[in-house]
């Protein structure tokens, strides 16, 4: 007769029963913020291959949030823009049109991601001489927001609408 070792089966138990695990809400958002302040927001002092770094390191946390944070579409818009902020600042600028479109498109009920995104992608496009696709993210502000009372979103929609 074969000895078990119990010891090693439990071990094995629950390293299975922590992998399939769903990663908590908090574990995702720590992860977003710690991004935000550890990699993202340090890289506007930091200047060449440390810059690179923390630009790579901040892109890298920003996808792991949208992995973990999936059920959680406020989080995943915020860090999708955010990802989208990354690669314009890595000059990666197309990449990060896509990528602020598919705010709109994946996280249509998070208004301010949505219209943050939007505004980023036009004022992107805009200042890159592409006034023309510019526009048609400026037209989709006026379209969306231009009845919101908020004071902020009419004056992104007042100010879209001068471009569209």
């Keep these: 007769m074969q000895r078990v070792n119990i010891s090693a089966v439990a ?9 399939c695990n769903p990663v908590s809400h908090e574990t995702a958002q720590q992860l977003f913020e710690r991004t935000v302040r ?9 200047t060449g291959a440390q810059r690179e770094k923390l630009l790579t390191l901040a892109a890298s946390g920003y996808e792991t949030v949208l992995k973990l944070g999936r059920n959680d579409p406020h989080l995943c818009a915020a860090a999708l ?27 249509r009920a998070c208004d301010w991601e949505v219209l943050q995104a939007w505004k980023s992608a036009a004022d992107v496009l805009w200042d ?19 009845m919101d009372p908020s004071p902020i979103i ?5 100010a879209a609408r001068r471009r569209a």
């Design 154 to 158: 009419q004056t992104v929609a007042t």
């Design 38 to 46: 550890e990699y993202h927001l340090p890289c506007a002092d930091a």
């Design 128 to 146: 890159t001489g592409r006034q023309s696709e510019a526009a048609a993210y400026y037209g989709k502000i006026v379209q969306r927001f231009s």
């Design 81 to 107: 823009r955010s990802l989208a902020n990354v690669r314009v600042e890595q000059g990666r600028l197309d990449e990060a049109v896509r990528l602020y479109a598919r705010v709109g498109l994946e996280y």
């Design 11 to 19: 071990t094995l138990a629950l390293s299975l029963l922590l992998a």
